[in-house]
């Protein structure tokens, strides 16, 4: 079982900028395929950046040179930093974490990009 938990969210306004952190347990992070998600009001679930544990990054087209995501294997800890936010960007950002086969999620962190 893998608990994961992010953190970082809130309110900014248009241009601003947020970073997002997941920390997921276990003593194997190194080898997990992370993902973040996000679900806005009324849409369904979508991909917003993933990396692999070798470090290969694939983003959306609609963040790709706005986000960044990295991971942190030493503190089991992957990362979302969001710049030049949109009001489009709003919406729960989940934290999800492949291994063995297995896909895990956290409860998810709300952003809100509003003036």
């Known amino acids: 079982q893998v608990h994961v938990a992010e953190s970082g969210g809130g309110s900014v306004q248009p241009g601003g900028s947020l970073k997002l952190s997941c920390f997921a347990s276990?003593?194997?992070?190194?080898?997990?395929?992370l993902g973040w998600y996000r679900q806005a009001p009324g849409k369904e679930r979508e991909l917003v950046a993933g990396?692999?544990?070798?470090?290969?990054?694939n983003y959306a087209a609609d963040v790709k040179g706005r986000f960044t995501i990295s991971r942190d294997n030493a503190k089991n800890t992957m990362y979302l930093q969001m710049n030049s936010l949109k009001p489009e960007d709003t919406a729960v950002y989940y934290c999800?974490?492949?291994?063995?086969?297995?896909?895990?999620w956290g409860r998810g962190t709300l952003v809100t990009v509003s003036s």
């Open positions: 999800n974490v492949g291994v063995y086969g297995k896909d895990y």
């Open positions: 276990g003593s194997v992070f190194s080898i997990y395929t």
């Open positions: 990396i692999t544990s070798v470090g290969t990054t």
